[in-house]
């Protein structure tokens, strides 16, 4: 590889980091002076937004000290290799019946049962790459597995959930 190559691969590269911190910031609904302000202007708006164009490299220090701030992975902040033909998060899962959780209410769910819930739901969040970090919805394959964790049947998880002031259920009046 000669070195414009590599230069040019760099940039791309520096290019698809800044969309994945532009991505994640978006989620959080955080402009670039929500961010710069949240966090005591250690993020400066205009380096955090060279950072997000791709003008400007992150050292791995950094970009650890954003994850933490965003309350991400390390890993979530950095592009995903793609797959030929096949861009990650393009598969289309909808029309599986699913029930909505308000994450914001996970902490109250107390004991190893909270832990596991958490950890599992985590997990989902970083497949899909979804870090709102206020809703989520679980699809009915998930909700099976999250049925095991709370030691009920399929058919009672979306009532255990309810019970425990996680599932946004539609009212029926």
Do not use: W
Not at 38 to 49: I, N, P, R, T
Not at 70 to 84: C, E, G, H, M
Not at 160 to 171: F, M, N, Y
Request: charged content about 25%; proline content about 3%.
């Amino acid at each position: 590889m000669v070195e414009d190559d590599f230069s040019d691969a760099t940039s791309e590269y520096g290019r698809r980091v800044g969309e994945r911190l532009r991505a994640i910031r978006r989620q959080k609904r955080f402009s670039l002076q929500d961010v710069e302000a949240a966090s005591d202007q250690e993020f400066k708006a205009s380096v955090l937004g060279a950072y997000e164009r791709g003008e400007r490299a992150i050292s791995v220090p950094r970009l650890e000290r954003l994850a933490t701030f965003y309350n991400v992975p390390i890993d979530q902040l950095l592009p995903r290799a793609t797959t030929v033909g096949i861009t990650p998060g393009a598969i289309d899962l909808t029309g599986r019946a699913g029930v909505t959780l308000d994450l914001t209410q996970l902490d109250s769910v107390a004991g190893p049962e909270g832990e596991m819930l958490a950890r599992y739901l985590g997990m989902i969040q970083v497949q899909r790459q979804d870090f709102n970090g206020r809703v989520l919805t679980v699809r009915q394959d998930d909700l099976r597995a999250v049925a095991c964790i709370l030691g009920v049947n399929f058919e009672h998880a979306i009532d255990r959930l309810a019970d425990l002031g996680l599932a946004r259920v539609p009212s029926t009046s």
